[in-house]
T-cell receptor, first 109, second 114 residues
Framework: KNEVEQSPQNLTAQEGEFITINCSYS?????LHWLQQHPGGGIVSLFM???GKKKHGRLIATINIQEKHSSLHITASHPRDSAVYIC???????????FGEGTQLTVNP | DAGVIQSPRHEVTEMGQEVTLRCKPI?????LFWYRQTMMRGLELLIY????????DSGMPEDRFSAKMPNASFSTLKIQPSEPRDSAVYFC????????????FGEGSWLTVV
């Protein structure tokens, strides 16, 4: 069992739909990152959070430390949101990130 | 700022050859990371530096891999000799305060060893 599990693995949506990607982890953490990887391969950091909720444009990230769970929401999805979304956690006792396997999102026009 | 700059973007080399990947972090960032991404293993940390000093190299696969950071604006990852199983995308990343801070990734170096 991976320490970081994402669901779903693949997600196809129609433009305009509300999207949720989930990340569950089994260890105590001090921080959680959401990353976006576009088809060209480049990786962009979307959020780093340790509690509560953060919002940037159409993207919202939430984390529940007690439940060991985080969600990434995309409102009014657009084809340019098509990418792989990766969750990564920093264990409380560690100094390196553990990555999930990623969620492949495809938004169709 | 131009972001994290990596070179080469793509490299195809023959097994046994030496490969050198280069990285210029964002100016002022104290942390530099080298990650490798493969289909089988996903993203994994190879090594990271703080203020040019290697802190954790436990992810470096074996002695064939080495990394240096001679100054705050340059780092190299070297593979000698290269093997087909080294084929992967190698990402360099930097940040102000390590992994408790936003991490900025380069575009990656796509390595194919034939």
């Amino acid at each position: 069992k991976n320490e970081v599990e994402q669901s779903p693995q693949n997600l196809t949506a129609q433009e305009g739909e509300f999207i949720t990607i989930n990340c569950s982890y089994s260890v105590g953490i001090s921080a959680l990152h959401w990353l976006q990887q576009h088809p060209g391969g480049g990786i962009v950091s979307l959020f780093m959070l340790s509690s509560g909720k953060k919002k940037h444009g159409r993207l919202i990230a939430t984390i529940n430390i007690q439940e060991k769970h985080s969600s990434l929401h995309i409102t009014a999805s657009h084809p340019r949101d098509s990418a792989v979304y990766i969750c990564a956690v920093l264990e409380t006792s560690g100094s390196r990130l553990t990555f999930g396997e990623g969620t492949q999102l495809t938004v169709n026009p | 700022d131009a972001g994290v700059i990596q070179s080469p973007r793509h490299e195809v080399t023959e097994m046994g050859q030496e490969v050198t990947l280069r990285c210029k972090p964002i100016s002022g960032h104290d942390y530099l990371f080298w990650y490798r991404q493969t289909m089988m293993r996903g993203l994994e940390l190879l090594i990271y530096f703080n203020n040019n000093v290697p802190i954790d190299d436990s992810g470096m696969p074996e002695d064939r891999f080495s990394a240096k950071m001679p100054n705050a604006s340059f780092s190299t990852l070297k593979i000698q000799p290269s093997e087909p199983r080294d084929s992967a995308v190698y990402f360099c990343a930097s940040s102000f305060q390590g992994v408790v801070d936003t991490i900025y990734f380069g575009e990656g170096s796509w390595l194919t060893v034939v």
